[in-house]
Nanobody
Framework: QVRLVESGGGLVQAGGSLRLSCAAS????????MGWFRQAPGKEREFVAG????????TYADIVKGRFTISRDNAKNKVYLQMNNLKPEDTAVYYC??????????WGQGTQVTVSS
């Protein structure tokens, strides 16, 4: 079992940066693929970025490539999402998620990111 708690959201002007953190509890965290998702009002939840547990390889949604960076620190049981050059369309609730095998089964409660124009 893994419990995930996000932090670091807030209000930022367009062009600014935020760093989201996800603290995980559970001894098997280091063997989970971890991801960040987001959901804007009235929209479906969408994948933002993921990081593999074994080799640290990363994947990104096209709309955030070059602006967002996902990373993890297995020793601290944490996953991060560095978000640069934020745009108003990045406004959403951001969720951290853990994938033991094929599906993202573990989710945090979310943290709000609001980007003003």
């Amino acid at each position: 079992q893994v419990r995930l708690v996000e932090s670091g959201g807030g209000l930022v002007q367009a062009g600014g940066s935020l760093r989201l953190s996800c603290a995980a509890s559970g001894r098997t965290f280091s063997r989970y693929t971890m991801g960040w998702f987001r959901q804007a009002p009235g929209k479906e939840r969408e994948f933002v970025a993921g990081i593999n547990w074994s080799n640290g390889s990363t994947t990104y949604a096209d709309i955030v490539k070059g602006r967002f960076t996902i990373s993890r620190d297995n020793a601290k049981n944490k996953v991060y999402l560095q978000m640069n050059n934020l745009k108003p369309e990045d406004t959403a609730v951001y969720y951290c998620a853990g994938r033991p095998v094929a599906s993202y089964n573990y989710w945090g409660q979310g943290t709000q990111v609001t980007v003003s124009s």
